[in-house]
């Protein structure tokens, strides 16, 4: 499975993140598949691939919950990814209801 999460890259005492897509069983510095943006928590700049979000979430990637809420920031959750979410859950409750 894939997750987009934050890797730390910088020096000490001046983090700067960046997101990237990677296996859920890779170290937090493991090699990532790709990267799709950085997160500077001090100057509070991010940003944001958002052609490589989309494909990663299409895919089947969750997004850990500080990078769903650094995207939320961005607003990148607006009508894009809330429609295909909500297709995606119409789909899941009804095959619940077919099977149970």
Known sequence: MVKLRLKRCGRKQRVIYRIVAI??????????LRRVGFYDPINNKTYSNVPAILYFLEKGAQPTGTV???LRKAEFFKERISSLFLQKRKEKVIDKKKIG
């Not at 296996?23 to 990532?32: A, F, K, L």
């Open 68 to 70: 769903h809420d650094i």
């Open 23 to 32: 296996d859920v069983r890779s170290r937090r510095e493991g090699r990532d």
